[in-house]
């Protein structure tokens, strides 16, 4: 079988989300299949850490990058003389013209639940192209049931049409470490000092950012620190000035760090410095951070909507992520009782087994199969 895979944005620095999880499906297809052939489309050459190229899989440069699914790969598809069996994009988009079967990976549908919280021209993009995708594509990957629900729900897809594949994280990093001289040194690194509860991800509305920040008026001898980029960050963040305003405005200036962006080789250093991580989003797609955090043996504190009752179970406690007091409440319970803590921190190592790159990797293999069969 011929397989062609548009590797767009597995090729880029400093993967989140969506990079995040192409990028590890092609490590992982590349390690575990040597049966099929391989092309991974790429708008520039790829980057040291992708895979290296052998007989069966190869890279190949495409342009215009600009109009990378308008004219690039719709091009490539035509004029190929051997065409792939299928085409696998590992984004919301799929080329809008193609000679061959095409596979979408659909992350969340939260732009139709928060338009509110999206730019303009992202909001235009991500309704118009995912509904074209989802019409269009022989079949679908997700990576959570909630948002399988909401496919099914919102653009009356058949489940048959419909794989979950849930993302994974890194074992050989996100682990609990014994390191305590290493974990205070990264930690002061970061000018964090005394305890603290930490979020890691991008800073945007739908995160629900400043909510948290107010939680902490009522919070004393902890600290919050939040991870993620803000201005440069380009796709990254969006629209996060409120939540850089807010430690101001409820006067918990001294007790909020934004770190900025935090190279992986950090983060098990502050997960396993926290009392506790905290997604207290208003929606998620599955929340590939908070499973980090419980490999680390770090407890999670997550919002009781979408996708994010999955990926913590028993393990995570659970909030309404439109109470503060919630917030307020599930922060003072973890951080204020020991044995809470070690309870949750055994749990959630259970918790974070299930779940692997691997597994993923197996399950949309299983997906080409299964439509080239078709």
Request: proline letters at 6%.
């Given at each position: 079988?011929?397989?062609?895979i548009d ?7 400093q ?15 590349e390690q575990?299949?040597r ?23 190869k ?16 091009l490539?598809l035509?004029?190929a003389r051997?065409?792939?069996?299928l085409?696998?994009?590992?984004t ?20 139709l ?5 999206y730019?303009k021209?992202?909001?235009f993009?991500?309704?118009?192209w ?7 594509a022989v ?6 049931n909630?948002?399988?629900q909401?496919l ?9 049409k419909i794989t ?7 074992k050989?990093i ?5 390191d305590?001289?290493?974990?205070l040194e ?19 509305p739908?995160?629900n ?7 902490f008026?009522k919070?004393?001898?902890?600290k919050?620190v ?5 201005s440069g960050?380009?796709r990254?963040?969006?629209m ?5 305003k807010?430690?101001?405005?409820f006067g ?9 962006f935090?190279p ?8 396993n ?5 905290i997604?207290?989003?208003?929606y998620?797609?599955?929340?590939i951070?908070?499973?980090?955090a ?12 979408s996708?994010?009752p ?7 406690l ?18 204020g009782?020991?044995?809470?803590r ?7 190592i259970?918790q974070?087994e299930k779940f692997?790159?691997?597994?993923m ?7 080409f ?6």
């Amino acid at each position: 079988m011929k397989i062609w895979i548009d590797g767009y944005e597995a090729n880029v620095p400093q993967r989140l989300g969506s990079s995040q999880i192409g990028f590890e499906i092609l490590k992982g297809l590349e390690q575990l299949d040597r049966k099929n052939d391989y092309t991974i489309l790429l708008p520039s050459a790829p980057m040291n850490d992708l895979p290296n190229e052998r007989g069966g899989w190869k890279y190949k440069v495409l342009r215009p990058k600009r109009l990378w699914t308008r004219i690039a790969l719709p091009l490539a598809l035509f004029t190929a003389r051997s065409k792939p069996d299928l085409l696998f994009s590992p984004t919301h988009y799929i080329p809008r013209f193609s000679p061959v079967k095409r596979v979408v990976t659909i992350f969340d549908l939260s732009y139709l639940h928060f338009p509110e919280m999206y730019k303009k021209d992202d909001l235009f993009k991500l309704t118009n192209w995912t509904k074209y995708s989802v019409s269009n594509a022989v079949h679908i990957v997700t990576i959570s049931n909630s948002s399988k629900q909401d496919l099914m729900k919102y653009y009356s897809v058949k489940k048959e049409k419909i794989t979950v594949a849930y993302p994974g994280y890194d074992k050989n990093i996100f682990r609990p470490l014994k390191d305590r001289e290493r974990i205070l040194e990264v930690i002061e690194k970061y000018g964090i000092h005394g305890r603290y509860i930490i979020y890691i991800g991008t800073i945007q509305p739908r995160k629900n950012l400043v909510r948290l920040i107010e939680a902490f008026q009522k919070l004393e001898g902890i600290k919050l620190v939040i991870v993620g980029k803000t201005s440069g960050q380009g796709r990254q963040g969006w629209m996060f000035e409120s939540t850089l305003k807010a430690p101001k405005k409820f006067g918990v200036e001294d007790r909020v760090i934004f770190t900025g962006f935090a190279p992986t080789e950090d983060l098990p250093y502050l997960l396993n410095g926290a009392e506790a991580f905290i997604l207290p989003a208003l929606y998620e797609g599955f929340g590939i951070t908070a499973v980090e955090a419980m490999a680390c043996g770090t407890p999670a504190i997550v919002s009781n909507v979408s996708s994010m009752p999955e990926a913590v179970g028993s393990a995570g406690l659970l909030i309404n992520p439109q109470s503060v007091t919630q917030i307020e409440q599930a922060i003072r319970a973890i951080s204020g009782d020991c044995k809470l803590r070690a309870k949750k921190s055994a749990e959630s190592i259970k918790q974070a087994e299930k779940f692997s790159w691997g597994k993923m990797t197996k399950t949309v293999l299983r997906v080409f199969e299964s439509v080239a069969g078709q």
